[in-house]
């Protein structure tokens, strides 16, 4: 059980255009979830965390308008990243967590997009 | 937020049993001790999580002393599988402290 998707696992695309990441948990409800990048040999940074139904909570830093966040459902939300740019190129990794599911607080993750910008 | 500190990198044979340990100085009370073990080009996924003492599964243990201002993943003779990238995290319900740190590279050598 808790498993988490992604779609695309891999995408290239072109500079200037958006790029849109969906986020999935299959067989749980998802009050929560967490969106994080990650460039080689680093740590994951996270981006930002978002609700069922409300805005997403962005880390500073993070421009909220250049990476756009959407958690419609209770088991969706979406990252897209508007006029990409290759320094945009990275692996993005969402999580997701609810009471009940696992351990305290544990995260499910999505194995992960991974972005090229050309 | 608790802040973790973790050793950049530890190497290791097989067989061997492998600790790896988590400073978090400031862990509040209502805190948890959870690790994450992440291969190359995969999300991480979860390996165990504690309060205090000890706590045992089927992959690892973990320790954690009275004071909580550290703990201890122990790894059971390690396989070239075990080469990965281990992260300690500490918090509680808190959306927030789902920060991570630098992790600890485990290279497993033969």
């Known amino acids: 059980g808790a498993v988490v998707s992604q779609h695309p696992s891999r995408v290239i695309c072109k500079s200037g255009t958006s790029v849109k990441i969906e986020c999935r948990s299959l067989d749980f409800q998802a009050t929560t979830m967490f969106w994080y990048r990650q460039f080689p040999k680093k740590s994951l940074m996270l981006m930002a965390t978002s609700n069922e139904g409300s805005k997403a909570t962005y880390e500073q830093g993070v421009e909220k308008d250049k990476f756009l966040i959407n958690h419609a459902s209770l088991t969706l939300s979406t990252l897209t990243v508007t006029s990409a740019h290759p320094e945009d190129s990275s692996f993005y990794i969402c999580?997701?967590?609810?009471?009940?599911?696992?351990?305290?607080?544990?995260?499910?993750f999505g194995p992960g997009t991974r972005l090229t910008v050309l | 937020l608790a802040k973790t500190t973790q050793p950049i990198s530890m190497d290791s044979y097989e067989g061997q049993e492998v600790n790896i340990t988590c400073s978090h100085n400031n862990i509040a009370t209502n805190d948890y001790i959870t690790w994450y073990q992440q291969f190359p080009s995969q999300g991480p996924r979860f390996i165990i999580q504690g309060y205090k003492t000890k706590v045992t599964n089927e992959v690892a243990s973990l320790f954690i002393p009275a004071d909580r201002k550290s703990s201890t993943l122990s790894l059971p003779r390690v396989s070239l599988s075990d080469t990965a990238v281990y992260y300690c995290?500490?918090?509680?319900?808190?959306?927030?402290?789902?920060?991570f740190g630098a992790g600890t590279r485990l290279t497993v050598k033969p």
């Open positions: 995290l500490v918090g509680v319900g808190n959306n927030n402290d789902m920060r």
């Open positions: 999580s997701a967590n609810s009471p009940g599911q696992g351990a305290n607080n544990e995260q499910f």
